[in-house]
């Protein structure tokens, strides 16, 4: 679903992350821009000294981003990156798909993102699994990261599954309904 370019931007950000959060790296003093630990600011010298080959890295990553969302291959809203291969699995299958890519299901946590999730399923005319389920216990609903939902967007009735409806999908107008999660329905990740 990425390039091989956003690959390696999103494996050097998560190296600096982890080393920054883990302070396991001492030749990286801090994030770019941000105070490291001992007070310096951005890139190890190893990587300042390729400044100009990261930001040309950066200039392509933004082209191919164009290029894909011209294709309708990605979606960007907010922070948020949405992507589709337009293949249809099962939510576990899905989610393992987005997880192994380095995203996650999508769950949209506004309108505007519900938008941007609807788009994507509407060019595909197909329902969608979206990346919130009902807890095995309490039948609560939650995204897949276990957080309590701050948006949603039930189509009339819903969510009216009786135990065994535990994903959730979206139609194609953007309204969302509880699911087996045994279907095959399209796969959009967020990044």
């Known amino acids: 679903m990425l390039s091989y370019s956003s690959y390696i931007l999103i494996a050097l950000a998560s190296l600096l992350v982890t080393c920054h959060a883990l302070s396991k790296c001492q030749e990286i003093s801090g994030l770019p821009g941000v105070p490291g630990r001992d007070g310096r600011k951005g890139l190890p010298d190893s990587l300042a000294s390729n400044h100009s080959a990261l930001a040309s890295l950066k200039h392509r990553l933004f082209q191919l981003e164009a290029v894909l969302s ?78 309590p939902l701050s948006y949603s967007n039930w189509h009339q009735h819903e969510p009216n599954g009786k135990g065994d409806e535990k994903c959730v999908e979206m139609y194609t107008d953007g309204t969302w309904n509880d699911k087996k999660c045994n279907m095959y329905r399209l796969t959009i990740c967020e990044f």
Do not use: H, W
């Not at 997880?99 to 993102?113: D, F, H, I, V």
């Not at 999730?117 to 095995?136: P, T, W």
């Open 70 to 147: 011209l294709n309708g291959k990605i979606r960007k809203v907010g922070e948020k990156i949405l992507a589709s291969n337009g293949k249809k699995a099962d939510f576990a299958s899905a989610l393992q798909s987005c997880e192994e890519a380095g995203g996650t299901l999508a769950a949209p946590r506004n309108e505007e993102e519900n938008k941007a999730i609807m788009d994507i399923v509407k060019q595909y005319n197909q329902y969608a699994y979206l990346g919130i389920r009902k807890e095995e216990t309490s039948g609560q609903v939650r995204s897949v990261n276990g957080l």
